[in-house]
């Protein structure tokens, strides 16, 4: 059993002895469970707080990244797509759907996957991914391994609902389930939010965790033995992306690189994308609010934007590299809907935004690889994000991208 006079002198220390409040009230094993989960929580990432709107003083020097663009992916089509059908057959690739987030703009209580987003027929997110998945194994004839991340938010319901429909015609022996961490999540003046009386307000930690928590929950052993090389790491929201994509896969071989990230021509300078680049000679991405005029404005040698590509969140990780380079990820501090009770201990489910969650995210993995490969996909072909229930990325406009593309819903 935890020391209570422990917890409350870590709870002072830090500021937070509001999560005592109700401690009196709780039976003895509600007291066991939030004495240890205080115990157990990181408090140290509350000092970042501190320095939060302060820019880093580390300087960062941008330079252009050169993308791989259609023109030349077509021309050599042909070729990328036999080295990545021949990966794919020796069971070099593997593929991971980061699906811990809590999908808050979407507003669903349920994860983001189970969405239904048919129209004349129950389709859900998770379906589409499983079918452009399936597009790719059904015709190089080899099955290949998916992990799936989850959080303690959504990890139930996530693993009965691909069992209820039957993994959505996949072979589940080559799907593995696994959970994300959790960190604490404070309201704006910093203070850890409490769930219930005897439980902290925690969110998932942010998607750079995943190949941590992967590895912690055994499954590199799986990688190992299997002789994975490649893992392509997506998000649950797009449903029209491909999946272990043979011409990405063999581009991204070819040239050689340990990374390689699909990008598409930003629609507008101004448009809110992450956009590949170079940092202090790291391939890296650079926030659209990072972006400089005089970076907006820069040309290529063909009198192109020079930052012009923005991500899509659909990454080729070379494993043996990231095992080199696996390591800490700068923190960053996001706002978000924040559940949680208040004084006379009554749940709160807030409408916009009430405090800080703490996430590491992967597009910092990608400032650790020695080299990445920018792969232009056609947007209107590979990129339908479903962040919101109407409007830009949402429901709406993912529907009409998919009938486009021929999706029956
Ligand atoms: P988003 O940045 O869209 O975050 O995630 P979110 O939490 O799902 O949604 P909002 O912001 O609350 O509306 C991009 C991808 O990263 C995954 C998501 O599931 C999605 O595939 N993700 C995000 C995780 O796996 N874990 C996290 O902690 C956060």
Not at 310 to 329: C, D, H, M, P, R
């Amino acid at each position: 059993m935890v020391d209570f006079e422990k917890i409350k002198e870590k709870c002072e220390r830090y500021n937070q002895t509001q999560l005592l409040s109700y401690y009196n009230t709780l039976s003895e094993n509600e007291k066991n469970n939030l004495l240890q989960e205080i115990d157990e929580t990181d408090f140290s990432c509350l000092e970042n707080l501190k320095n939060k709107g302060t820019p880093s003083s580390a300087s960062k020097k941008y330079s252009p990244l050169k993308a791989m663009e259609l023109e030349e992916i077509q021309l050599n089509k042909g070729k990328f797509e036999k080295t990545g059908l021949d990966a794919i057959k020796e069971g070099k690739v593997a593929a991971v759907l980061l699906a811990g987030g809590m999908g808050t703009r979407l507003g669903s209580d349920n994860p983001k996957g189970m969405y239904d987003i048919g129209i004349t027929k129950p389709k859900y997110i998770f379906e589409c991914l499983i079918n452009n998945l399936m597009d790719v194994t059904n015709k190089a004839e080899k099955k290949i391994h998916l992990f799936v991340m989850t959080s303690d938010k959504n990890h139930e319901k996530t693993v009965a609902f691909f069992n209820e429909h039957n993994f959505f015609g996949y072979d589940r022996n080559f799907v593995h389930f696994f959970k994300q961490e959790m960190a604490a999540a404070t309201d704006y003046d910093g203070k850890i939010l409490l769930e219930q009386k005897g439980k902290l307000a925690t969110s998932p930690n942010g998607n750079g965790g995943w190949f941590s928590s992967l590895k912690k929950a055994g499954l590199l052993d799986l990688i190992h033995s299997e002789k994975i090389e490649w893992l392509n790491v997506f998000a649950v929201d797009n449903v029209l992306q491909k999946i272990a994509d043979p011409v990405f896969v063999g581009a991204t071989i070819e040239k050689k690189c340990t990374v390689g990230s699909k990008v598409v021509k930003k629609a507008f300078p101004d448009e809110k994308v992450g956009v590949m680049c170079l940092e202090n000679d790291h391939p890296s991405i650079v926030e659209y609010y990072e972006l400089t005029d005089e970076m907006k404005n820069a040309k290529d040698t063909n009198g192109n934007p020079a930052y012009n590509f923005g991500v899509i969140l659909n990454y080729l990780f070379n494993i043996s590299e990231l095992e080199k380079t696996a390591g800490s990820l700068p923190l960053h501090i996001v706002e978000k809907k924040i559940p949680h009770i208040d004084e006379s201990g009554c749940l709160i489910k807030p409408e916009k935004p009430n405090g800080y969650k703490f996430e590491t995210l992967i597009l910092d993995q990608i400032y650790k690889m020695t080299s990445c490969l920018p792969f232009e996909v056609v947007r209107e072909k590979e990129f339908a994000p479903i962040k919101n229930a109407t409007g830009v990325d949402s429901v709406e406009s993912a529907r009409e991208l998919l009938k486009k593309n021929g999706v029956e819903l």
